[in-house]
């Protein structure tokens, strides 16, 4: 080899395993005419690279600006090898070759990457009759295909999955080791005559059908006598010809369950769904009536683009979204033609519509098995779970939990190793809005510009429960794992952390979680505490929601924090949720917050928005008086009256509360929107909708969609004015325009509200009227914080700011009076964001004392 060669030694951080990012480096060094090697080492793609200068550099230019489409560099670094190092000799005598070697595990941060939607190419292969995938529902390449669901442990190779019980077929063995082919090194590969299968479950006895346990006998047989880490049989002459058509046969079989009407689990990358026809109402409502779901909207997988664009509006940067490698669900407004099929039951009283495109082969074969038969192109996918339960990921959990939703289960036998549920978003202002951070994008870390050194385990909330594991400066959030009500919810969680902490190689220093000593994520925390040897760090809730929106946003300076939710533990032992405080990494300060109110029925009153209702108006007046306005009101029968006011008067199974969720649920009965919740937060989501019906019917609702929706701010600031000067304000509280000074002043504007609705005026309006006039009110209150702490940045965090009027209305007020506000985008800004907060605590408690 010529003596001007030099040789580099480069590692690659970021999400590169799993995405084909060791082919890709091989392809580059082919292109560039570099020899050397590249190795997956964990936390890092190790690459040596020797060439001369130019093809050093051409490799390198190569490498930052045309890696693999799924991969997410986060650094690389490049060293020089020098005479002395024993690597030196090594390349710089070897031959004309670039070789993928053996993966190497070493220490430091790792990343894992999230499962992949089926790519464009493996779509074309999967229904080209000449291609010998054709049809195959497990069909993946190194761009696409099952990643974090299906790992045992990293580096991300073939044995360390739930395939390594697959031997490899000749051909698909010769694919994964030839450097042209486009599975050069994906770990999940196979085709129809060998890897898993799709079967159903017999619904009497819950075990595969015995004509699939006679196909698969000689595959366990191979599998067992098969150790060779290529996984490639001795035994050349096996071929499991009958998997590929008895899968088929099976999914066609699914078809016409679903086309008789009938419901089905269907088994896909991170769990099970639950699937009908989403164009059959009788369906759809008898799906609603066997889960007991009578409004909560329900999700629907729609065949392709141009069925969305039949059924919803859509624009550019959604459609971006939607049909990207994540294939998240996206809620779209529908649209009101007489070409939608969209069943009415799907989405009821709603203007919107969860929707998302296949993005595991099967679901693309229960669209469209490579016959002729018609079948619909809308199907509902809910989450294959009991209400409160985590979402059932193999054969025993869908039979002994979900059977009686369904009339038949499809299922495989490749194993899901962490169960992932699908990651919901919407749009706010023309970028995305996370609303449940799961599917396609979990475990991708955030990186803050710090120099935290340390780890920890962060347990997160009890609603929407996820928890994350910090390294560092990298944060890990996990899937979304549910709500901690129900104790197999709680399971899947210290399961999933058990093999989150192996897969990371993470020794947690501490452990932080929520201060509610009430909460099962309190309980697991002290459980692995006590387990692990380790102590806890207790943070309250609305800080570690505002902590959350820092994090995401690498906003490590002080700043006021708005803090609105249902609930959480204050540190004065009673309930907050409207709160503003000042925060920094180091605690907070509790500046202000709403006007605390009796909240009678404890945590029931979640769920009946009627009761707060009513005990904030035996606050506000004397009992004759607030009975009759109750009556008025129609809130409750007059029979209910008088228990209600006892436990009110005696303060009877209730506690002191400044939850700005239950204030939204409490005026959504006063106007007759809604007096119950049959799912969280349906009170507060049908007065967003009632109010934004009416800036609909003004001419002036913005669309939030668009990164212009600013330009009708100023309209509704007249708006507000034309309403507000045709009341006759000597009758409200103030008598000043309808105007309050601080967040504290929400008793006053519920009064107000109380007498305009008594007065006839429009609920559509009065809602309206209450998301302004709260956001004006956080106004006027960060003015004054601001001014007496000089801080010029607001956060605003909590389950209240999903609601796109409310965040609308608070960030255009407070960016005209020049502050610089901070919202969530791809991080929840509910519950299922604040462990990234309670890390982002802990981590700068373990930096500082060290």
């Given at each position: ?11 690659v ?22 020899t ?25 230019d ?7 489409k ?56 999967l ?29 991300y ?142 999700a629907?997988?729609?065949?392709n ?26 809620l ?68 002994t939990?979900?059977r ?65 594991i ?42 932080v ?96 928005g ?88 003004r ?105 796109k009027?409310l ?13 610089k506000?901070l ?28």
């Open positions: 080899m010529k003596k001007d060669k030099i040789i580099k030694h480069i590692k951080y970021g999400i590169v395993q799993g995405v084909g990012f060791r082919p890709t480096v091989s392809r580059h060094a082919m292109e560039s005419k570099i050397g090697s590249v190795c997956n080492r964990g936390p890092y793609v190790e690459i040596y690279a020797c060439g001369t200068y130019e093809e050093i550099e051409m490799f390198l190569l490498l930052k600006h045309k890696p693999p799924r991969s997410a560099i986060l650094k690389i670094d490049v060293k020089d090898v020098l005479s002395d190092d024993e690597n030196y000799n090594k390349y710089l005598n070897d031959t004309n070759e670039f070789e993928i070697i053996e993966s190497k595990k070493t220490a430091g941060e790792i990343y894992v990457s999230p499962d992949i939607a089926i790519c464009d190419e493996c779509k074309e292969e229904y080209d009759k000449s291609n010998r995938r054709y049809l195959h529902p497990f069909i993946n390449c190194t761009s696409c295909g099952p990643r974090l669901t299906i790992l045992d442990n990293l580096p190779d073939r044995h360390r999955t739930s395939m390594k019980i697959f031997p490899m077929c000749k051909e698909c063995d010769s694919e994964y080791h030839s450097s042209e082919s486009r599975r050069y090194d994906a770990q999940p590969v196979c085709c129809n005559d060998c890897g898993p299968a799709y079967y159903m479950l017999d619904m009497e006895t819950g075990k595969p059908e015995s004509d699939f346990l006679e196909i698969v006998k000689v595959q366990k047989d191979v599998s067992v006598k098969d150790k060779s880490l290529n996984m490639i049989t001795k035994n050349t002459s096996y071929k499991f010809k009958n998997i590929g058509e008895y899968s088929l046969n099976t999914i066609k079989r699914a078809r016409e369950i679903i086309r008789d009407g009938k419901i089905i689990a269907v088994k896909g990358i991170g769990g099970f769904h639950l699937c009908c026809d989403g164009t059959d109402d009788e369906a759809v409502k008898r799906l609603r009536m066997l889960k007991n779901r009578p409004v909560k909207p329900f629907v997988m729609m065949k683009m141009d069925v969305v664009n039949r059924e919803c509006v859509i624009d550019e940067n959604q459609k971006e979204i939607l049909d990207g490698y994540q294939k998240p669900i996206l779209l407004n529908k649209k009101n033609s007489d070409e939608t099929k969209l069943a009415n039951s799907i989405s009821i009283d709603n203007e919107s519509v969860g929707v998302m495109l296949p993005y595991a082969p099967v679901q693309m074969l229960l669209f469209d098995a490579g016959d002729d038969d018609e079948f619909t192109d809308i199907l509902v996918m809910t989450s294959g779970n009991v209400s409160g339960a985590p979402i059932s990921h193999n054969d025993e959990e869908a039979y939990e979900i009686g939703f369904v009339d038949a289960i499809l299922t495989n036998n490749r194993d899901i190793r962490i169960r992932t549920d699908d990651s919901v978003m919407d749009f706010f202002m023309g970028e995305p809005m996370m609303i449940r951070r799961s599917r396609g994008y979990a475990p991708i870390p955030y990186m803050t510009s710090s120099d935290f050194k340390g780890e920890v385990l962060a347990i997160g909330g009890e609603l929407k429960n996820t928890f994350c910090a390294k560092n400066n990298i944060f890990y959030p996990s899937s979304y794992v549910g709500d901690l009500a129900d104790y197999r919810t709680v399971k899947a969680l210290k399961d999933s952390i058990k093999r989150m902490l192996d897969l990371l190689e993470c020794k947690p220093e501490i452990i979680c929520d201060k509610h000593p009430k909460y099962n994520s309190t309980m697991v925390a002290e459980e692995l505490s006590e387990e692990l040897g380790i102590k806890i760090e207790y943070v309250q809730h609305h800080y570690a929601h505002i902590l959350s929106n820092m994090g995401c946003n690498d906003f490590l300076e002080e700043n006021i924090g708005v803090s609105f939710d249902g609930t959480g533990y204050g540190d004065d032992d009673t309930i907050w949720g409207g709160e503003i405080l000042t925060c920094n990494l180091d605690g907070f300060t509790r500046e202000t917050h709403i006007k605390p109110f009796f909240q009678m029925g404890g945590d029931s009153s979640s769920k009946e009627v009761k707060i209702a009513v005990s904030i108006i035996f606050s506000m007046f004397e009992k004759e008086e607030a009975y009759e306005c109750i009556e008025k009101l129609n809130l409750c029968e007059k029979k209910d009256l008088n228990l209600l006011y006892m436990m009110f008067d005696k303060k009877m199974n209730g506690v002191n509360s400044t939850s700005m969720g239950r204030l939204f649920d409490a005026i959504s009965a006063v106007l007759g929107i809604r007096n119950k919740s049959t799912f969280e937060g349906e009170s507060a989501i049908y007065l967003e909708y009632a109010a934004e019906k009416y800036l609909d019917s001419n002036v609702k913005p669309e939030y969609k668009n990164k212009d929706c600013m330009d009708k701010y100023d309209a509704i600031n007249e708006l507000t004015s034309k309403i507000v000067d045709g009341y006759d304000t000597e009758f409200l509280c103030k008598n000043n325009g309808f105007t309050y000074e601080d967040i504290n002043e929400t008793d006053k504007l519920y009064a107000d509200i109380i007498k305009l609705k008594l007065e006839g005026k429009d609920s559509g309006e009065l809602s309206f009227l209450f998301h302004k006039k709260i956001s004006e009110m956080v106004v006027a209150s960060v003015k004054t914080i601001s001014r007496k702490n000089n801080i010029k940045t607001v956060t605003l965090s909590g389950g209240v700011f999903q609601n009027l965040t609308y209305l608070t960030k255009g007020a407070l960016e005209k009076e020049g502050f506000v919202t969530h985008k791809l991080l929840p800004a509910n519950d299922g964001g604040i462990a990234l907060g309670q890390a982002l605590y802990g981590m700068n408690k373990i930096t500082k004392n060290n």
